[in-house]
């Protein structure tokens, strides 16, 4: 192992620790396709346009693509796999389907992702809220009034009970945390 051009890293994926080698400019999208083997995050534009590559990154939804491996180097990462037993994530994915929010599926992963990090943070987001809450994911198949009709309805059906894991649970988010998610900078790189 060179380590000017790779280092071992460790992170913990969907609760289990992950340990590989990762380039030094190698992103964390690519550290979890190709060496953790989480093929359900998706590749979409490599350059933090789409959103499909969208995880929680230490409580975070972030753009997998614009992140480095490095920089999970011990820190906590999910994927829509990892929150599969989450009543919001449950709530949610009941929504999309029974509202037609999937089309062809291959934005739907980010756009949960970004759509469960909003009602962890605003359970009762308004419909403009929701709009800047998954400003940073693109689909191209509904026009995003299904996502926003699904969003909201899981909103409201949902009592806001989370088995989230512990390490994002952030009760005590900054203003300035606040104020990226009403600005729709949920994921890295702008919204």
């Not at 999309?96 to 929010?101: E, L």
């Not at 987001?125 to 699904?150: F, H, M, S, V």
């Not at 909103?155 to 989230?164: D, G, I, L, Q």
Request: glycine share 10%; charged share 20%; proline share 3%.
């Amino acid at each position: 192992m060179d380590q000017l051009t790779e280092s071992m890293i460790t992170i913990f994926l969907n609760d289990q620790p992950f340990q590989a080698v990762a380039g030094a400019s190698e992103s964390l999208l690519d550290f979890l396709r190709h060496r953790a083997l989480a093929t359900e995050v998706k590749c979409g534009c490599g350059r933090g346009d789409c959103g499909t590559c969208a995880v929680l990154f230490d409580g975070r939804v972030v753009k997998s693509c614009l992140v480095l491996a490095a920089q999970a180097n011990g820190k906590h990462v999910y994927t829509i796999r990892g929150l599969g037993r989450d009543s919001l994530m449950a709530n949610l994915q009941d929504s999309f389907i029974q509202y037609g929010a999937i089309q062809c599926g291959f934005c739907t992963p980010g756009m949960l992702m970004a759509a469960y990090h909003l009602l962890r943070i605003k359970p009762t987001p308004t419909r403009w809220e929701i709009r800047q809450g998954i400003a940073g994911n693109l689909c191209r198949c509904t026009g995003y009034q299904k996502i926003i009709d699904a969003i909201a309805a899981a909103a409201r059906k949902t009592a806001f009970v989370s088995e989230a894991p512990d390490s994002f649970d952030s009760p005590n988010l900054t203003s300035t945390d606040q104020e990226n998610a009403k600005a729709g900078y949920l994921l890295l790189g702008g919204g």
